[in-house]
Nanobody
Framework: QVQLVESGGGLVQPGGSLRLSCATS????????MSWYRQAPGKEREWVAS????????IYTSSVKGRFTMSRDNAKNTVYLQMNSLKPEDTAVYFC?????????WGQGTQVTVSS
């Protein structure tokens, strides 16, 4: 079955960096686009970034453009989210997501807290 497992979250000071990972299994990873979403306390889950099946330039929500970079390693069935210049408003649980066989699958999420 499809499994998505995020890791790499934590507590970081404003201006710092984190790299999130999402390890996947249960499907042919190299043929599917992948996405990152986040959900801040009391807010709706929002889309952050996506990358095509072959990688290359990702697309980003405006609030993270120029600070976040999404990438993938098809040999490791893993996607990444490099987050630089973090701000307190980036605090959220971050999820990876795939639309596979007509169903949306989510990981369990990883908490990112940006605070001094």
């Amino acid at each position: 079955q499809v499994q998505l497992v995020e890791s790499g979250g934590g507590l970081v000071q404003p201006g710092g960096s984190l790299r999130l990972s999402c390890a996947t299994s249960g499907f042919t990873f190299s043929t599917y686009a992948m996405s990152w979403y986040r959900q801040a306390p009391g807010k709706e889950r929002e889309w952050v970034a996506s990358v095509t099946s072959t990688g290359g330039s990702g697309i980003y929500t405006s609030s993270v453009k120029g600070r976040f970079t999404m990438s993938r390693d098809n040999a490791k069935n893993t996607v990444y989210l490099q987050m630089n210049s973090l701000k307190p408003e980036d605090t959220a649980v971050y999820f990876c997501r795939i639309l596979y066989a007509g169903h949306v699958y989510w990981g369990q999420g990883t908490q990112v807290t940006v605070s001094s």
